[in-house]
């Protein structure tokens, strides 16, 4: 485990020092995702000034619930987007087996070993809405074990994000192309900008049972204002671990058909 | 001229049939943002309405803007930038016609095309969501006038956005602004009555509301009398400025230009 946190931070240094040599498209970048953060505050900021709440969330929740749901945005657009394109080329070239033969783990190199750094402004703009809407107030009190409890259900939402990428991503074994299958997760993740309680119900269930973006964004909130019950945070978990056990098969499925190709 | 589109057209929709599947995705994007809206508007709305508006109307709404986002929507970012950057511009350019009617030739096919999937998807939502309509045959006569005007002016605009790369590597990032600001002031995060006063004067007084809104507005029956000449008035005059900044944009940009590549 070790190991794998100094590999992933070698990664990081890495891109770090590539977009240093960008630092227009850096600057471009970061006023990129300002702009798109506010027009989506602003988004939920005129609905509420319509409605006092949306089936029991008041402003200062669906504000947090948008927090995270950005922080997840910026991690999957720093770790994981740029890595898959690439990955389906290395299928399509065989250049995966340079991947291959590295002594790491290849679901791994292949998750993360190009990250794009300028991600991380989301995370960081995620985490300042979060604490902004701490701020304004949630109607509960926040103590340590509601931040513990939203800890975990944020760390299982980011590996049941992660999850269904990576096993998405997978298909490419099969299919080749992915970046239609991608674009497809991408605009039902969209979807968790916004509780799933305000969807009808047959949009909730497609969201918690098909495509289980209300463990990613719903529940982490639901656990910060104190309304998640222990059970509803232990199957936070165990789905989170069912779905990195399922993703990690998959890939091996998918590796055992992977049989380069000549030039 | 005419003659030229024609084949440009049927070209480009054989080519984009080649590759169906990923149109057909493509089209989703047209519906499955506004859909989000649809659903949040609607469940706050709920038995009794809210400003106004009842559920069925915000379903109506919702509907009417997915098909009209379609008809209207730019692609050119996708298409005209990447020509330039890539450089594939250099041999259009010495063809004796302008580059831009097949820019638009590609931008006609994908939307009728995209129709196989737009049509049958809203109507499976008409289905289960249940929309209420209030409006008139004349109303929606109009309002179709008005959503080619849009498409037109979206085009004009997003190809002028797209000119941008003869300049800077990362027009994409104009294009997103230019998103953002279609997001929230075309009528997608909600119909522009329910938007605070600043925000709906600036979605007339810059293209948006005539981009998107005004047509979907005039579908579903919401403008009466002056309100709609007000509307078309509007729309024309930001179509006649577009076509200038489009030439203007076009010109110094063809000028500045210096294929990469070898």
Redesign the interface.
């Known amino acids: 485990m070790p190991r794998y946190l100094a590999i992933l931070w070698v990664f990081v240094k890495n891109s770090m020092q590539n977009e240093a040599a960008y630092r227009a498209?850096l600057l471009?970048?970061m006023?990129?995702t300002v702009?798109?953060v506010?027009?989506s505050v602003?988004?939920v900021l005129?609905?509420y000034?319509?409605?006092r709440t949306?089936?029991g969330w008041t402003l200062p929740e669906t504000l947090a619930l948008l927090g995270v749901f950005t922080l997840m945005n910026g991690l999957i657009n720093t770790f994981i987007a740029p890595n898959l394109n690439e990955f389906a080329e290395g299928v399509r070239k065989g250049t995966l087996d340079y991947t291959l033969i590295k002594p790491v783990n290849s679901q791994f190199l292949t998750s993360f070993q190009r990250c794009s750094i300028w991600g991380l402004a989301d995370v960081l703009v995620g985490l300042g809405i979060v604490g902004y809407a701490l701020l304004t107030g949630f109607e509960q009190g926040v103590g340590p074990v509601q931040v513990l409890a939203f800890s975990i259900a944020s760390a299982a939402g980011a590996v049941i994000i992660y999850s269904l990428w990576i096993g998405l991503a997978t298909i490419a074994f099969w299919t080749v192309k992915i970046d239609?299958i991608t674009?497809?997760l991408q605009?039902f993740y969209?979807?968790g900008?916004?509780p799933v309680q305000?969807?009808?119900l047959?949009?909730q269930r497609v969201l918690t049972y098909i495509v289980p973006v209300a463990f990613v964004t719903t529940i982490p909130v639901q656990a910060l204002g104190n309304r998640a019950t222990p059970l509803l945070l232990a199957a936070s978990v165990l789905v989170a671990v069912v779905m990195l056990y399922l993703s990690t098969r998959l890939w091996r499925l998918g590796l055992s058909r992977y049989t380069s190709a000549s030039s | 001229m005419i003659a030229t589109f024609g084949v440009y057209f049927t070209t480009q929709w054989a080519s984009f049939l080649a590759y169906r599947v990923v149109f057909f995705l493509y089209s989703m994007w047209a519906i499955l943002p506004p859909l989000i809206y649809l659903a949040v508007w609607s469940t706050v709305a709920g038995a009794e309405g809210i400003a106004g508006w009842s559920e069925g109307q915000f379903v109506a709404y919702y509907l009417t803007f997915m098909v009209v986002n379609h008809l209207v929507g730019s692609i050119e970012i996708h298409t005209a930038s990447w020509e330039i950057q890539q450089g594939e511009i250099s041999g259009r350019l010495l063809l004796p016609v302008h580059p831009g009617i097949r820019t638009l030739a590609s931008n006609a096919g994908f939307k009728t095309i995209g129709m196989i999937v737009v049509v049958p998807s809203v109507l499976l939502l008409a289905a289960i969501f249940r929309p209420e309509f209030h409006t008139t045959p004349g109303m929606v006569a109009l309002g179709l006038v008005a959503t080619i005007i849009a498409a037109a002016l979206q085009f004009m605009i997003g190809y002028t956005v797209a000119l941008f790369s003869f300049w800077i590597t990362r027009a994409d990032a104009a294009d997103q602004l230019n998103m953002v600001l279609l997001f929230l002031l075309s009528g997608q995060v909600a119909p522009l009555v329910l938007l605070p006063d600043a925000l709906r004067i600036a979605a007339s007084v810059l293209p948006y509301r005539s981009m998107l809104s005004f047509p979907v507005e005039l579908i579903t029956g919401q403008l009466h009398g002056v309100a709609v000449v007000v509307g078309f008035a509007l729309q024309v005059a930001w179509l006649v400025a577009a076509w200038f900044l489009m030439q203007f944009t076009w010109r110094r940009g063809v000028r500045r230009y210096a294929a990469v590549g070898g």
Do not use: D, K
């Open positions: 498209n471009t970048n006023l990129l702009v798109g506010t027009g602003a988004g005129v609905i000034s319509h409605a949306i089936q239609n674009s497809i605009a969209n979807m900008r916004f305000a969807y009808p047959w949009m």
